[in-house]
């Protein structure tokens, strides 16, 4: 299921997700098209990974001003933690039209569940939606805390290493080996209070 490319994300509910097969061709009569680039990006992981269940992607404002940054993301919040004990990167090259660009993108995600698009935005994997949504809240939430961080001007205060290697064994004491599925039950809740019929 990909978006359709027409469609602002607040537009989006689920009777508006186009199944694709693993070449893009639309599988239902959906007047829509997809976005190429996406499904690229996209159908280049599900195809790698078979625990990628869930791929999601955003250019978020944040998430690109910290791709664009040298060292990219930083230990600077709790939150960073858990994106630093997954985190691959990969290179931009210019709009991901061409299935050139996939052996690549597959090479520099690896086993990871977060990837840094550099100059382009946030990646996570998950083997639910629950799981991939909860990653990129942390990828963005991290980003947004180290573009706040960074604009104060002062001295930043990194978390130690040993603290970031022992991240995901905290991860599944925070989470009690459900990964996203803790809070993705309240999220589903507030979904329904404040987009009412988003289910549809």
Not at 21 to 50: M, W
Not at 149 to 171: E, F, K, V
Not at 186 to 191: E, Q, T, V
Request: net charge negative; with cysteine.
């Amino acid at each position: 299921l990909i978006n359709p490319y027409v469609f602002m994300f607040e537009e989006i509910t689920a009777s508006s997700l186009i199944k694709v097969d693993v070449q893009g061709n639309k599988l239902d009569d959906a007047p829509y098209d997809i976005n190429r680039a996406g499904f690229t990006i996209h159908s280049a992981v599900h195809a790698a990974r078979a625990d990628a269940i869930c791929v999601l992607h955003l250019h978020s404002v944040n998430g690109v001003a910290v791709s664009a940054q040298e060292a990219g993301v930083l230990p600077l919040s709790q939150h960073s933690i858990f994106v630093l004990s997954s985190l691959a990167y990969h290179d931009y090259e210019g709009v991901a039209l061409v299935d050139d660009e996939k052996p690549r993108l597959v090479r520099d995600l690896g086993d990871r569940r977060f990837l840094m698009l550099r100059n382009h935005g946030l990646l996570t994997v998950g083997r639910s939606v629950a799981e991939a949504f909860v990653a990129m809240y942390f990828f963005e939430t991290s980003c947004r805390m180290q573009v706040k961080a960074m604009s104060g001007g002062l001295p930043l205060r990194h978390i130690a290493q040993p603290i970031i290697d022992g991240a995901q064994t905290q991860w599944e004491q925070v989470t009690r080996g459900s990964g996203g599925g803790l809070a993705w039950p309240a999220l589903l809740r507030r979904l329904a209070r404040t987009n009412p019929g988003h289910d549809a």
